[in-house]
């Protein structure tokens, strides 16, 4: 599986964006996918998982503001993010959920004013 991830952008407080990740490969229904993020000078972190059964899993950070979905037809994973806040700032990375994780790629930069 090759991951893409696109949609990121500069975005007022409270506004709203939509990710999403691209998949490639004969094996995107066999895999739970999540959405990561990185701000400068953190750790990586989870931001959202969904399995292959279509269970959702968020950080508590984004919980009521986030929703991970799957559409196994197009192979594509979608994060709504809204009421977003600078703290969202981040790069958003897609991968494997909850592993083990392949490459990262270059993710896509959230950019959130206050």
């Known amino acids: 599986v090759q991951l893409q991830a696109s949609g990121g952008g500069l975005v007022q407080a409270g506004g709203s964006l939509r990710l999403s990740c691209a998949a490639s490969?004969?094996?995107?229904?066999?895999?739970?996918f999540g959405w990561y993020r990185q701000a400068p000078g953190k750790l990586r972190e989870l931001v959202a998982g969904?399995?292959?059964?279509?269970?959702?899993n968020y950080a508590d950070s984004v919980k009521d503001r986030f929703t991970v979905s799957r559409d196994n037809a197009k192979n594509t994973v979608s994060l709504q993010m809204n009421n977003l806040k600078p703290e969202d700032t981040a790069v958003y990375l897609c991968?494997?959920?909850?592993?083990?994780?392949?490459?990262w790629g270059q993710g896509t930069l959230v950019t959130v004013s206050s």
């Open positions: 969904i399995s292959r059964g279509g269970i959702t």
């Open positions: 991968n494997l959920y909850p592993g083990p994780y392949i490459g």
């Open positions: 490969g004969s094996t995107f229904g066999s895999n739970g």
